[in-house]
């Protein structure tokens, strides 16, 4: 192109520019106004499919935030500042606690949302939310029936003086499990199962000494 | 319709196929390769990433076609690159809003659409001269060619990865899955080999003409 | 390692999920500029400075929208930021580095439509990192970028003497040399753990 003789002013670029600008701003803002509560509920809906799913007995469920070991409760609304959900049957009764944990997989973290049942002490299953593991392999971990079977109670009580585990979780080889606290692996997926052994234990360990003194909070049912 | 003074391409049915074969951004122009590959492990991922470029395309066009008489021309880059982040993160909000799976599946490749090379090509090579109906018209086939593409790859990796196709069981239990298809290696063979298919029809087909030519001569 | 430390973020971006082979970012440069070793090394450098003052703005930029709630303005600024430091990082070594400026000068431009620096700012916004998580991530990469085009490079020096079928198209033939890259690279899943 030649060197144009009317090369407009400044000013003129800077207005054209300043009033593209607003203009796709004033749409971003208008796009996010009118699908910010759709998009919320969507969240909300998926939060609860995955504790209904790890907690199937529980009809409803509570939000709670822990906090350098302090609990809150709370609302609805602030689902998605909370890390410990308590999920209730219809009588009101708390069935067990979801909770989110993570770790390395083979290929990347995966993250993980498990069930804990205060009655028994055990950790009761969990979904997966989000892996980039094998496909085939890695995510046997959801399909395979003799991996899920170590989750019917896996044994997560706590010590004497209620400060840490009794005895850590632990994924050991297939077929070597002796313990009610460890993780038969799954042959051939080793690291994946490793990963959810120490996904399971690190939260384990950092959540579990404070629930349980928290337990009168969460065993009464929020208004949510 | 009256001439426009900088003498526009003439709408018609070559304006909107150009897009579909001759011009075909993925297999021809290899353009926009990043998400060609990183999300077409299922069809169905395809599918909704190709109607996701598909819509920025034509808002963009249809934007920046309006405005091609008031964007100064020494700033026009930046203006483009704005209109089309304006529409990529409303098309990522819609389809938060539609189907969070399909968002999680599809992740920071709907908000990378900002900088596939196809869209800001569209725009400064056509748009930004044309007329509206023809920017939409165009910008429409150069999205039928995008999502042609992908659903190329997506069908082909999601059926030997998985399998399945949109979802659906092909091949019943017994069928091995060849995981390497929905790996990442598998997004590379499976471009690569559409790419041997098209020249090697291309190769035939100008053998036949030269062949056809010779007769002729003859 | 603890998913979150420095040196897993590093070896993540390196060499297990490598943005080029793993996860398709920067392809574009990647089959476009791989065709010779030396040009290779220069526009790895490039993209490495590029991704460090991009990744920091990025974080600085991500700490202002999250304060006024602005969140929604993410990917325009984003992009704005990315595609103005490309031009300050080149107005800057113009002007004290000549040499530097003769051998980055035409990869520079090219790098603010390398969907790679775009994903970075997004990936390190997604994970939630701190500032030194993400001089880490930015860090590694760019590594693993530079990597990825210098093999690139290396094994398409060779093939220039070999002999192919002419149906064969360059593009077709670097495609299948970048999966079988990406199949080796694989074997590092897990690496560290």
């Known amino acids: ?76 609304e602030e689902f998605s500042q909370a890390n410990v959900f308590a999920g209730y049957n219809d009588a009101g009764e708390l069935v067990g ?36 593991e094998t496909p085939g392999i890695g995510d046997k971990i959801e399909t395979d029936a003799d991996f899920l ?76 | 319709m009256p001439a426009d003074p900088r003498a526009p391409a003439k709408l018609s049915l070559e304006t909107l196929t150009q897009g579909i074969w001759k011009e075909n951004p993925v297999f021809v122009m290899l353009l926009g390769l990043c998400p060609v590959l990183a999300v077409t492990n299922t069809a ?102 995008f999502t042609v593409a992908l659903l190329c790859l997506g069908v082909v990796r999601e059926v030997f990865g998985f399998g399945t196709l949109f979802g659906m069981d092909l091949f019943g239990p017994n069928f091995q899955p060849w995981a390497v298809f929905a790996l990442p290696p598998g997004g590379f063979f499976v471009l690569a080999f559409w790419l041997f298919l098209f020249s090697y029809v291309r190769k035939r087909r100008a053998a036949a003409t030269t062949l056809e030519e010779k007769k002729h001569a003859a | 390692m603890q998913p979150d430390s420095h040196a897993f973020i590093f070896l993540n971006a390196f060499l297990i999920n490598n943005f080029v082979l793993a996860m398709f970012l920067g392809l574009c440069p990647f089959l476009g500029v791989s065709a010779k070793i030396s040009t290779a090394w220069n526009m790895g450098l490039a993209v490495v400075f590029v991704m460090l003052v991009s990744s920091m703005c990025a974080f600085g930029i991500n700490i202002v929208l999250v304060k006024y709630e602005l969140e929604f303005l993410r990917l325009i600024s984003y992009i704005a930021v990315i595609a103005s430091s490309v031009q300050l990082v ?16 035409i ?46 490079a290396g094994l398409r020096e060779k093939l220039e003497l070999a002999k192919i079928p002419d149906t064969v198209t360059q593009a077709a033939l670097s495609l299948m040399i970048a999966g079988l890259l990406s199949l080796s690279f694989m074997g590092f899943a897990g690496l560290g753990g």
């Open chain 1, 1 to 76: 192109m030649s060197e144009a003789p009317t090369m407009p002013k400044s000013s003129k670029l800077i207005t054209a520019l300043a009033l593209i600008a607003m203009m796709s701003g004033l749409l971003v803002a208008v796009t996010f106004q009118v699908t910010a509560p759709r998009i919320a509920l969507n969240k909300q809906k998926a939060l609860e499919k995955a504790i209904f799913a790890v907690l199937p007995e529980a009809t409803s469920a509570g939000n709670f935030l822990l906090q350098d070991g302090v609990l809150t409760s709370l609302t609805a």
């Open chain 1, 97 to 132: 606690i979801a909770m989110e944990a993570s770790a390395r997989g083979y290929s990347d973290v995966v993250r993980i949302l498990y069930a804990y049942e205060p009655k028994n002490q055990c950790i009761l299953g969990f979904t997966v939310l989000q892996s980039t």
């Open chain 1, 149 to 224: 079977k170590n989750f019917d109670c896996l044994d997560a009580s706590l010590n004497a003086d209620l400060s840490s585990l009794a005895n850590d979780i632990i994924t050991v080889k297939n077929g070597k499990k002796v313990n009610a606290w460890e993780i038969d692996g799954i042959s051939g997926a080793t690291i994946t199962s490793k990963a959810i052994g120490n996904a399971l234990n690190q939260s384990a360990n950092a959540m579990l000494p404070d629930l349980a003194k928290n337990q009168a909070l969460l065993e009464k049912k929020g208004d949510s």
């Open chain 2, 44 to 145: 169905t991922n395809a599918l909704a990433m190709g109607l996701a470029t598909m819509f920025v395309l034509l808002c963009s066009g249809v934007l920046v076609s309006l405005l091609r008489n008031v964007i100064p021309k020494q700033v026009r880059i930046a203006c483009y690159i704005i209109i089309i982040a304006t529409f990529v993160t409303i098309t990522d909000y819609a389809i938060m809003a539609i189907s969070l799976d399909l968002h999680k599946a599809l992740g920071a490749f709907i908000q990378l659409i900002v900088v596939n090379c196809v869209i800001l090509g569209r725009a400064e090579a056509y748009a930004s001269k044309n007329k509206v109906v023809s920017s939409f018209v165009n910008a429409f086939g150069m999205g039928i060619g």
């Open chain 3, 90 to 105: 080149e107005m800057f070594v113009k002007k004290f580095s000549p040499s530097l400026f003769r051998t980055l000068g």
């Open chain 3, 107 to 152: 990869f520079l431009p090219l790098i603010t439509t390398n969907c790679a620096i775009l994903g970075l700012a997004l990936f390190q916004t997604n994970r939630s990192y701190n500032f030194t998580q993400c001089l880490a991530f930015a860090l590694g990469a760019g590594a693993g970028f530079t990597l990825a085009l210098i093999l690139m």
